[in-house]
């Protein structure tokens, strides 16, 4: 079965930084599309940054361009969100999502995805 989990959520004060990480095992085979999404109360889910399944397109949600970074580790099947200068728009459950096909572009669809993670909370307040 795949298993997709999400470490690294905290409560911070804006300004502020915290690094998520999400490991993806049971997938069965090389070459997968990864991505952080956040869900705020009241709010759709929305994709924040998305890693296309070949590694050569990343899509960045306007609101965090410059401010969040996202890296992988192949060896480890581990993806990581750094985000810096979090604002108070930045509170929502973030969750990890792994996907075979999503090739990257100008969006980064929910339904491009297939597996996800339980989800790990952002609040950022003063």
């Known amino acids: 079965a795949v298993k997709v989990e999400e470490s690294g959520g905290d409560s911070v004060q804006p300004g502020g930084s915290l690094r998520l990480s999400c490991t993806v095992s049971g997938l069965g085979f090389p070459g997968y599309a990864m991505a952080w999404f956040r869900q705020a109360p009241g709010k759709q889910r929305e994709g924040v940054v998305c890693?296309?399944?070949?590694?050569?397109?990343?899509y960045y949600a306007d609101s965090v361009k410059g401010r969040f970074t996202i890296s992988k580790d192949n060896g480890k099947d581990t993806l990581s969100l750094q985000m810096n200068d979090l604002k108070s728009e930045d509170t929502a459950m973030y969750y990890c999502a792994a996907s075979g096909y999503y090739s990257g572009g100008d969006y980064c669809p929910t339904d491009d995805f297939p597996y996800w993670g339980q989800g790990t909370q952002v609040t950022v307040s003063s």
């Open positions: 890693l296309s399944w070949d590694g050569k397109s990343t």
